[in-house]
């Protein structure tokens, strides 16, 4: 069974550029959560969406943005991207929103903004 | 706000050793309890959790915890660690209420030596 994966691994990108980073959760997971963890602190909530609607935001500025799609996939977009954005992005998937059966997280993806 | 604080950053022990990572959390209401631990070059994975029932809960590879409602505690303790116990663990919590949103602490780094 396939684990969170998440797209791309790795990027850099310059200032004031726009991201998109991609989620695909567990089969049959409908909640999708994601982190920002900037090297040496633990990972930082962004959004929690479940069966696509917001259901949750973290203290991040109006440039971050996400949606859930149909197939429970999800999308991270940061607008304006600033030298401080760069950290590595976690996105962790669950059956439902209390993380009770668990949050499974995928590996990340690294971005550097130059 | 909540806040999870982990006051260990980087813990060093012999093999066999016992271990305690300490966790606190600061919120009013009633809360979620996690350990997570992350192993060198791989994602974040569930090693145990609090909801409900018995505060002194086990995980997996011999790790329990217990949360202690008075003093807002949920520490992490392993009677005899292994080499393969190296890694970053963090403790986090939702709350009940609001449990769309998962705050994690800073992570304390085991390093145990063979």
């Known amino acids: 069974d396939a684990g969170v994966t998440q797209s791309p691994t790795h990027l850099i990108k310059t200032r004031g550029q726009h991201v998109t980073l991609r989620c695909s959760p567990i089969s049959g997971h409908k909640s999708v959560s994601w982190y920002q963890q900037v090297l040496g602190q633990g990972p930082q909530f962004i959004f929690q969406y479940y069966e696509k609607e917001e259901r949750g935001r973290g203290n991040f500025p109006d440039r971050f943005s996400a949606r859930q799609f149909p197939n429970y996939s999800s999308e991270l977009n940061v607008n304006a991207l600033l030298l401080g954005d760069s950290a590595l992005y976690l996105c962790?998937?669950?059956?439902?929103?209390?993380?009770?059966?668990?949050?499974?997280f995928g590996s990340g993806t690294r971005l550097t903004v130059v | 706000a909540q806040s999870v604080s982990q006051h260990n950053h980087h813990v060093i022990l012999s093999e066999a050793a016992s271990l305690e990572l300490g966790c606190n959390y600061s919120y009013g209401g009633t809360v979620n309890l996690f350990w997570y631990v992350q192993y060198p070059g791989q994602h974040l994975q569930l090693l145990l959790k609090?909801?409900?029932?018995?505060?002194l809960v086990k995980g997996i590879k011999g790790f329990e915890a217990e949360f202690i409602k008075s003093k807002f505690s949920f520490n992490l303790r392993k009677p005899s660690v292994q080499w393969s116990d190296t890694a970053e663990y963090f403790c986090?919590?939702?709350?009940?209420?609001?449990?769309?949103?998962?705050?994690f602490g800073s992570g304390t780094k085991l390093n145990v030596k063979p």
């Open positions: 609090y909801f409900s029932g018995d505060p």
């Open positions: 986090a919590v939702n709350a009940r209420d609001n449990f769309n949103k998962f705050y």
């Open positions: 962790a998937s669950s059956l439902e929103r209390s993380g009770y059966y668990g949050y499974t």
